[in-house]
């Protein structure tokens, strides 16, 4: 069974300081791993993905996350936090074989405030 | 492409009754799925399909029925409504069941 936990529901930045989100997963299969963004009153949207090839990874407006296989971590990280990334975000897992296969399980959400 | 859409965007029942949530892809995708979001709770895999005529149970199945006659259409029923049923739905799709999927702009359903 698959499993993924946001440590912290919620995380507060200064625009231009560091934003980190933590991801740690569970899989009894080698996973593919996906951050999505939700603004408000909207779907998701994709920021980026991992699917085993290069275990940094480069999504869209500047994040980036790394796959540790040794600490079972997928956190996002982002430089330099602007206002227009307040949002909530969140991690989710999917399986590539067994029972749970391509089923996606998503962590509970972080929702990011940045202030100026 | 309009990608996938969704309706009703916003939808009141009173407990006991029935409807249907509508999700349309236009990109030729063969996996769909329904999610309910809850706070605090993530979202939660209701049911999905591997392609036309195929259908499972996800997570949280119990008071909602699927089917899937064709590759675009993918609507969601509820039998009876029940206020526990109250939450916000998303439909999804994906070219193919662990590639990255596409959201709608979901349903928002409350049940009184």
Redesign the interface.
């Known amino acids: 069974a698959q499993s ?1 936990t946001q440590l912290g ?1 919620h995380v507060s930045v200064s625009e231009g300081a560091l934003v980190l989100l933590r991801c740690n997963y569970s899989s009894s299969v080698p996973p ?1 791993l ?1 951050w ?1 963004v939700q603004y408000p009153n ?5 920021l980026l ?1 991992y ?1 085993s090839a290069a275990t940094l990874v480069k999504g869209i407006n500047g994040f980036e996350a790394e796959f540790k296989k040794s600490e079972t971590s997928f956190h996002l990280t982002k430089p330099s936090a602007h206002m227009s990334d307040a949002a909530e975000y ?1 991690c989710a897992v ?1 399986e ?1 074989g067994g029972t749970s ?9 972080t929702i990011l405030t940045v202030h100026p | 492409n309009a990608g ?1 859409t969704q309706t009703p965007k916003f939808q009141v029942l009173k407990t006991g009754q029935s409807m249907t949530l509508q999700c349309a892809q236009d990109m030729n995708h063969e ?1 769909m ?1 329904w ?1 309910r979001q809850d706070p ?6 209701i049911h ?1 399909s ?1 392609g036309a005529g195929i259908t499972d149970q ?2 949280v199945p119990n008071g909602y029925n699927v089917s899937r006659s064709t590759t675009e259409d993918f609507p969601l029923r509820l039998l009876s409504a029940a206020p526990s049923q109250t939450s916000v739905y ?1 439909c ?1 799709s994906s070219l193919y ?2 590639d ?7 349903t928002r359903l409350t049940v009184l």
Do not use: C, D, I, N
């Open positions: 993924v529901s593919y996906f999505y909207q779907g998701l949207q994709l993905k699917t969140f999917s590539t296969y391509g089923k996606l399980t998503f962590g509970q959400g | 996938v996996y799925s999610y605090g709770m993530g979202l939660r895999l999905y591997v996800g997570e998303f999804a069941t662990t990255t999927q596409y959201f709608g702009p979901g």
